[in-house]
């Protein structure tokens, strides 16, 4: 797998809104309105798709479930860009924050939110949060 190049494809993004004269549409806010308008495209690739076939995506809907993955991308990239994220930095602190909300010995197994923890009965399922 490639290396992604974050500064590249910020630059490369930006020239082409500047040759459409688009730069005037890419605020912070109409950005992030269009993150969550592709992540709900993505939604649907897997609405009413059983859990074996979420894992087993036909060649349509992987090539759909790409196709939305990159615009959510190319969305985080602009966003980032117009506000000066530093994503490396953005991810290791986060990360840093996440291992400190589960720490293995209290999350392994657990879906269960941090601020729950203790308050309901352990669900199996992911650890690792957002």
Same mark, same amino acid.
């Given at each position: *797998?490639?290396t992604?190049?974050?500064? &590249?494809?910020?630059?490369?993004l930006?020239? %082409?809104?500047? $040759?459409?004269?688009?730069?005037? %549409?890419?605020t912070?806010?109409?950005?992030? *309105?269009?993150v !969550?308008s592709e $992540? &709900?495209? @993505?939604v649907?690739?897997f609405?009413?798709? +059983?859990e074996?076939?979420?894992?087993d995506l ?8 790409t196709?939305? /993955?990159?615009?959510i991308? /190319?969305? @985080? @990239?602009? @966003?980032?860009?117009? #506000? ?7 991810? /290791?602190?986060? *990360?840093?924050?996440?291992?400190r909300?589960y720490?293995v010995?209290l !999350?392994?197994? =657990?879906?269960?939110k941090? +601020?729950?923890r &203790? =308050? ?5 399922g992911p $650890? #690792?949060?957002?």
């Amino acid at each position: *797998m490639a290396t992604l190049d974050v500064e &590249g494809l910020q630059h490369r993004l930006r020239a %082409f809104a500047d $040759a459409r004269d688009w730069e005037q %549409f890419h605020t912070p806010k109409n950005l992030a *309105m269009a993150v !969550a308008s592709e $992540a &709900g495209e @993505l939604v649907d690739v897997f609405q009413w798709l +059983t859990e074996k076939e979420s894992r087993d995506l036909s060649d349509d809907n992987r090539r759909r479930a790409t196709e939305e /993955i990159a615009d959510i991308l /190319i969305y @985080l @990239l602009r @966003l980032g860009d117009k #506000l000066r994220i530093d994503f490396q930095r953005a991810v /290791i602190e986060k *990360m840093e924050v996440n291992e400190r909300k589960y720490p293995v010995k209290l !999350a392994k197994g =657990s879906a269960v939110k941090y +601020t729950r923890r &203790g =308050s309901v009965k352990r669900r199996r399922g992911p $650890a #690792l949060r957002p």
